[in-house]
């Protein structure tokens, strides 16, 4: 009995240390788990948005530099509170921005002027050449152009202006000649020979002068290397120049003849036209001082025609020669744009790819489609029809 007693003692104190008491019974709040962890506290994250503070304030910063640099008072003004709350360090950087910034905005002043900049346009460099010949050469660096420029330039000028003495004596008798009589007679005709032949040297010598001139201008504006000009500005600015030598720069060479052929056209057109509006202006003129004043011509009309066509005749042929010289004239400048126009854009169309795989495709096809009235697939034949630019 004593025995039982003991072993009935022992497996109560067994009992009672193994089973939890009432204290370790109660349950705190209740907790879920998840993913098999606990999630803790982020003990980073005050320093993680004390660094994204700082990069917003420099990012801040920054922009108000390139915003309020230009003008320090201002900036003094707007950021005074702000510099207190600064370190010796933050201050120091401040200030070194804000030397670089009135440096920067003191940086157009140390260019060469507005004369010779180095990032002058390149169409105020052709504007200029216009005006100084030789001046495109000097700022593309190109001095040795330049006496081949101006002996051109000057030895045509010289020709012109030696050739203009003989042709103005020339033009004065044939006009005193004709004001009074325009019946063709010898003496007439050798006098009109000896003034178109002078004329005829008179403009070669122009020509040559005005070409080697606007050579150099259109040498200027090829040989601009200064900064990146597109080859679309450099094309439209060639035919503004010269009419044909945008296409060239191109490569479009097969465009070259039809627009110098038709302001070769043009040019004779406007020249025919116009010597038969001075023909029969003068003849009219005549015929009409004879109709006015019949006593001061005893021989009869002295015009070239000698009567045989009415004053009224004259003036429609004159005024016909004129309308089509004047609508000649407009369709020469009509031609000009045109071509500047037809230079521009092709310059554009240089860089737009354009592939030769243009086709069109008929393909058969089979699918399946939902019939509701038999409540099942059935397929489908047909036709696919793909085009491909």
Known sequence: MAKLRVRLLLLAALLAWTLPTDAQLRRGPRTFVRSGQKELPDSLKSQRDSLQAVALAKQFDSLATEDYFLDSAALTALRTDDLHGLDSAALARFEAAQQGADTTARRPLLKKGWFMSDSMS???????????????????????????????????????????????PLRRQYDAYTDVSTVRTPELDALQTRMIRSNTRRQLYLGLTVASYIYFIGDAAVNY???????????TTLACIFPGAGQVYNRSY???PFVVGGFATMAYCIDWNNRGFQRFKKAYALLADYEQHPEKYPDGPTDEFQGRYSADYMKN?????????????????????????????????????????????????????????????????????????
């Not at 100084?132 to 700022?139: E, N, R, S, T």
């Not at 660096?141 to 030696?162: C, D, M, N, R, S």
């Not at 290397?225 to 094309?235: E, H, I, R």
Request: hydrophobic share 40%.
């Open 122 to 168: 390149l169409s105020k460099v052709c504007w200029i050449t216009a005006v100084l010949p030789g001046y495109g050469q000097v700022y593309n660096k190109q001095y040795w152009k330049l006496p081949v420029l101006y002996g051109t330039v000057g030895t045509g000028l010289a020709l012109y202006l030696h050739e203009n003495k003989v042709y103005k």
């Open 225 to 235: 290397a200064t900064n990146d000009v597109s080859s679309v500005k450099k094309a």
């Open 254 to 256: 097969w465009k070259v």
């Open 317 to 389: 042929l004159r005024d016909n020669y004129r309308r089509n010289r004047d609508l000649c004239i407009i369709l020469t400048g009509a031609l000009y744009v045109l071509q500047i126009i037809d230079a521009h854009v092709d310059a554009h169309l240089k860089d737009y790819d354009v592939s030769d795989d243009l086709s069109m495709n008929l393909e058969p096809m089979m699918n399946y489609a939902y019939v509701p009235a038999l409540q099942s697939n059935r397929p489908v034949f047909g036709f696919n029809l793909g085009f491909k630019f």
